[in-house]
């Protein structure tokens, strides 16, 4: 159940750092570990995946796909005191059903081979709301601050999540999904489409070039499968779960039972597994398993990354996960220009990105602005706020408490 108490609880958290309960998946920026990450999500991206082409670009090496943010961060947190510790014990919101809803990133400057990275979380809103879907909900959004391992800020992910009481949602869920085989013809089409993606690469995309209502070349994913899934966490890692399995899961779920609900046949086992179990996604009032927001989060960006090419930058994307993406279904990542902005510091393309399911529905609306250079001058890559985490911090605290 959603309580008051809760909800109070939780805002007691806000602008207070708050440990990395997990290891990170990749301390260190390797190729084998880019590599795995960009083929999770489907991107062979040479930039990304071979040090001797990275070796000639301006990047002079390889560096880590935008959204490899998600498997660094070494906790910069602070010891906490026993005040701040015994605010921070437990989950406000465990036992309710948390679906990711917006996630926002800036980015300033790579994670290049051999870069090491900083994480500091803290949670920055608490928005309680109700839902068609879930009841009665709570909207908490977190600021994950990265920088590398000289202490320059490499990127800020901003997530929203909505937790909402399961039993609820249950009850309320009014979704009927209706899924048949696909044809040959159809498999054709998919197939057809991925042998047709091209990469800009190595040309450069000019800003000159580029006119408003242009339209980015599509990237097809899918149909999801659950190979699609286990591929991806090669790359991603678990994330919500702590990394091992039997021994190590068996010491964890000591711990955190929570985290380990019993399946059919009376075994506990991951919270996550509805991604890939229908029968645990069914029995939370879902129709089958899905995906994860992060794996379309990293699907706009191969679709932007491809299209702006070695020389371009991706500084920001925002996207809001409206429906989901079950397994069996096809998207399409679609993006066209909406905006060109050219500043004495920058020229910047303002995109409209958008996923969309083989029923026409759009899953998931996105903006995104990239920079492009121009054929007398290349791109400079934007300045943080703040030159380090504890002046991020304040930036952020400061966005938060005047409605930005």
Request: charged share 25%; glycine share 10%; net charge negative.
């Amino acid at each position: 159940m959603l309580t008051d108490e809760s909800i109070e609880r939780s805002r007691l958290r806000l602008g207070v750092p708050q440990p990395q309960l997990n290891p990170p998946h990749n301390y260190e920026v390797t190729a084998d570990g880019a590599r795995h990450f960009a083929y999770g999500y489907g991107d062979d991206n040479p930039l990304y995946c071979d040090p001797d082409y990275g070796s000639k670009t301006r990047w002079g090496g390889l560096i880590a796909p935008p959204n490899f943010l998600y498997t660094m961060g070494e906790d910069a947190a602070p010891k906490p005191d026993p005040e701040t510790k015994a605010l921070l014990k437990g989950d406000p919101f465990a036992g309710l059903g948390s679906y990711q809803a917006v996630m926002e990133f800036e980015w300033w400057r790579p994670l290049e081979l051999g870069d090491h990275c900083k994480v500091l979380q803290a949670q920055v809103g608490v928005q309680p709301k109700t839902s068609s879907f879930g009841g009665r909900t709570v909207h908490i959004t977190h600021d994950y601050l990265y920088a590398n391992g000289l202490g320059e800020m490499h990127a800020v992910r901003r997530g929203t999540w909505i937790n909402a009481e399961r039993h609820t949602s249950r009850k309320r869920a009014k979704e009927k999904l209706e899924q048949i085989p696909y044809t040959d013809e159809q498999i054709a089409e998919i197939d057809a489409a991925y042998a047709a993606e091209t990469r800009r690469g190595a040309e450069p995309r000019y800003f000159e070039d580029v006119q408003v209502g242009d339209e980015l070349q599509p990237r097809v994913k899918g149909p999801l499968t659950t190979t699609d899934v286990v591929v991806w966490h090669l790359g991603w890692g678990m994330q919500l779960t702590p990394p091992g399995a039997f021994g190590i899961a068996a010491r964890i779920r000591r711990k955190a039972p929570g985290l380990y609900p019993r399946n059919g046949l009376n075994v506990p086992d991951t919270v996550q597994r509805l991604h890939w179990e229908p029968q645990r996604a069914r029995e939370l009032g879902l129709p089958n398993s899905y995906d994860y927001g992060g794996m379309r989060e990293t699907w706009l960006t191969h679709l932007i990354t491809d299209w702006i090419g070695d020389d371009g930058w991706l500084w920001k994307l925002r996207c809001e996960h409206r429906k989901f993406n079950y397994t069996g279904d096809v998207t399409w990542v679609r993006g066209e220009v909406v905006e060109k902005i050219q500043t004495p510091e920058r020229n910047e393309v303002h995109l409209k990105v958008w996923c969309e399911n083989q029923r026409g529905e759009t899953t998931t609306p996105g903006t995104a602005t990239v920079l492009l250079p121009t054929r007398e001058t290349p791109v400079v890559l934007p300045e943080p706020p703040a030159p380090d985490l504890e002046g991020m911090v304040q930036h952020e605290l400061a966005r938060f408490s005047i409605g930005e």
